[in-house]
C-alpha cells in the first residue's frame, strides 16, 4: 500500500512563498510521475502540476504557470512544490497524488491511484 503524506501548508499574505511536500512510502516511487491538485472551498478539486517519473517533464495549469515549481528527488521519495507570488485565489487544500504509470502526466483526475490526505494553505489579501 502507498501512502502520500503532505506538509508544508499554513498561512501567507499575498505576494509570499510557500514550499510544500510530499513524502511518499514504498519502493517504487521513481516508477510513477506525481501531481498536485487542489481544491478551493465550493469548488471542484483542479489540477494544479504534474511532473513525469524522472523529473524532466513537468506540466502546470495555466493560472500558475510561472508562480509555482514542481520537482521530486527520487531518492528521497519526496515531490514538492514551491509557491510563489501566491494569491488570494490560490486558498485551498492541496493534494498530491500518484499516477498510475511513470509516462502520464496529465490533468486528469482518474488517472492518478493513490492521493495523500491534503494541506491547507491559505493566502491573505
Known amino acids: 500500500q502507498v501512502q502520500l503524506v503532505e506538509s508544508g501548508g499554513g498561512l501567507v499574505q499575498a505576494g509570499g512563498s510557500l514550499r510544500l511536500s510530499c513524502a511518499a512510502s514504498?519502493?517504487?516511487?521513481?516508477?510513477?510521475?506525481m501531481g498536485w491538485f487542489r481544491q478551493a472551498p465550493g469548488k471542484e478539486r483542479e489540477f494544479v502540476a504534474a511532473i513525469s517519473w524522472s523529473g524532466g517533464i513537468t506540466n502546470y495549469a495555466d493560472s500558475v504557470k510561472g508562480r509555482f515549481t514542481i520537482s521530486r528527488d527520487n531518492a528521497k521519495n519526496t515531490v514538492y512544490l514551491q509557491m510563489n507570488s501566491l494569491k488570494p485565489e490560490d486558498t485551498a487544500v492541496y493534494y498530491c497524488a500518484r499516477s498510475r504509470s511513470g509516462s502520464y502526466y496529465g490533468r486528469l483526475e482518474y488517472e492518478y491511484d493513490y492521493w495523500g490526505q491534503g494541506t491547507q494553505v491559505t493566502v491573505s489579501s
Open positions: 514504498g519502493r517504487t516511487f521513481s516508477n510513477y510521475a
